[in-house]
């Protein structure tokens, strides 16, 4: 079957610029985190939806960064004034169950954005 | 505050051997613990997980993990290494209570024919 979907799955950006990273989740998949990845380093948490509901923004390191999840499907991460501390691989996931903290989260092949 | 320690940057075992990746974990709640592989330019594949019952867990392509609660590690494990296997190996926990997954900086398993 269809696992997460990510795209695009490059992005190079100036300095600056504003970018919109797009996440499909598995079909009926209830929850949806975005993490980021920097070079060498293990994936780290920035939001987490519950349908159309962004129940935990913590991980989001400025107010340059903004998810949305509108009908409770598809997300987008957007990165305002990009900065070159922006460049990593933004992951996707999804988990199938509302609430369920013993489910496991389904990982998308990330967006790797460079900015220059 | 939930954390995990992964304490080896790289392993390196023989195909045919067995191996250990290395993970320590510290959380407030009851701990749920996972395994992911991540290949080159490839998303997090999920391994296995612990919940609650059995110390040792079985997961995909003959991966196990066996955890321990007095030492608060879940260090991965397998009887016969593959060159296969070779890959990025991040172990992670979910605090009970919170839904974000905190994970260790990964291990990468070198397995040499």
């Known amino acids: 079957g269809a696992g997460v979907s990510q795209s695009p799955r490059y992005k190079v950006a100036k300095r600056g610029q504003d970018v919109a990273l797009r996440c499909d989740p598995i079909?009926?998949?209830?929850?949806l985190f975005w993490y980021q990845q920097a070079l060498g380093q293990g994936p780290e948490f920035l939001t987490y939806?519950?349908?159309?509901?962004?129940?935990?923004k913590s991980g989001l390191p400025s107010d340059r960064f903004f998810a949305e999840r509108p009908e409770g499907s598809v997300s987008t991460l957007k990165i305002q004034r990009t900065q070159q501390e922006d460049s990593a691989v933004y992951l996707c996931?999804?988990?199938?169950?509302?609430?369920?903290?013993?489910?496991?989260?389904?990982f998308g092949p990330g967006t790797r954005l460079t900015v220059l | 505050a939930q954390s995990v320690a992964q304490p080896e940057d790289q392993v390196n075992v023989a195909e045919g051997n067995p191996l250990t990746v290395k993970c320590t974990y510290s959380v407030s709640g009851n701990p749920y613990l996972f395994w992911y592989v991540q290949y080159p330019n490839r998303g997090l594949q999920f391994l296995l997980k612990?919940?609650?019952?059995?110390?040792l867990v079985k997961g995909s392509y003959g991966f196990e993990a066996e955890f321990n609660k007095s030492q608060t590690s879940f260090h991965l494990k397998k009887p016969s290494a593959l060159v296969s296997d070779s890959a990025l190996y991040f172990c992670?926990?979910?605090?009970?209570?919170?839904?974000?997954?905190?994970f260790g900086t990964g291990t990468r398993l070198l397995v040499s024919p």
């Open positions: 992670a926990v979910r605090d009970e209570g919170f839904q974000k997954l905190v």
């Open positions: 612990y919940i609650t019952g059995d110390n």
């Open positions: 079909s009926g998949h209830v929850s």
């Open positions: 996931a999804s988990s199938s169950t509302l609430a369920e903290e013993y489910n496991e989260q389904f």
């Open positions: 939806f519950q349908n159309e509901a962004q129940l935990d």
